[in-house]
């Protein structure tokens, strides 16, 4: 069966995109606390995410949200300890979990000041433990947020890594191309069988690359190998990132 085509939402700017996103995520939230059950989310790092995180953290979303429902999850972590700045984790402590009471035993978060190896397996075994699999014996999220690099990179799934041909772990030990920093990562076979995977790209820096993707010039790009299997791929944008499809 064809991959599902990418929803595209546009918004203004960033400031517009993170309200929509939260009030979305307020929605499926307090959807899944109606049927007492769990939304297993997975949550990149980076800066993006960073507005997203502020607009739950406050009123209104803060008290309309049935966080007890929620489970967080990490799409990928630096190897750093979670009060290192570069940390994934610290970022959403900063802007969300510090504001808000959100049950401890919710967070699934990457031990990034543990050995790389051993914790891409720990991780693994923590995701099979609380996200139901799917026909594939995959774990199925709820949802995926996803960024993107202006080289194509989501996740910690960089272009021409060993990471990007993973097809039967769970989780990976990646290495930026750049810094040589050691990451865990989700891998793509775990991405495409989400039931829902949202890019959140914003920025001029980033129209090219969302170009390239978009429109399948670039066909070597990770973020151009997320194509859900039986779930939708969205990609929620800002006026700058999208500029170059929106002409
Ligand atoms: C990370 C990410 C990475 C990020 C993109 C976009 O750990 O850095 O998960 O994939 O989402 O690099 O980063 P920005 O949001 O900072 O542009």
């Not at 290192?84 to 504001?99: A, I, V």
Request: charged fraction near 20%; aromatic fraction near 10%.
């Amino acid at each position: 069966m064809p991959p599902i085509l990418p929803q595209i939402k546009m918004f203004e700017d960033a400031d517009e995109l993170a309200d929509h996103l939260a009030m979305d995520f307020l929605n499926s939230a307090n959807l899944a606390a109606e049927f007492k059950c769990p939304i297993n989310m997975a949550l990149s790092g980076g800066s993006t995410p960073a507005l997203f995180f502020q607009k739950l953290a406050f009123v209104p979303h803060r008290k309309n949200i049935s966080w007890q429902h929620v489970h967080f999850f990490w799409v990928d972590e630096r190897c750093v300890p979670p009060d290192d700045p570069d940390s994934n984790y610290g970022m959403t402590q900063k802007h969300l979990f510090d504001h808000i009471s959100f049950p401890n035993e919710n967070i699934h978060r990457i031990f990034g000041e543990n050995d790389p190896e051993v914790e891409a397996k720990r991780y693994a075994k923590e995701i099979i433990q609380f996200v139901p699999q799917n026909f594939r014996n995959l774990p199925q999220f709820d949802w995926i947020l996803l960024g993107l690099g202006s080289d194509g990179h989501t996740a910690s799934i960089f272009p021409g890594s060993d990471v990007l041909e993973d097809r039967k772990n769970i989780c990976a030990v990646a290495t930026h191309p750049n810094t040589g920093q050691k990451r865990i990562t989700l891998t793509l076979p775990v991405i495409n069988h989400a039931k829902r995977v949202s890019f959140l790209v914003t920025g001029e820096n980033k129209a090219s690359v969302v170009a390239k993707i978009l429109t399948g010039e670039s066909k070597s790009s990770p973020a151009a190998f997320v194509r859900p299997v039986n779930g939708i791929v969205e990609w929620y944008l800002d006026q700058a990132s999208g500029t170059v499809i929106i002409r």
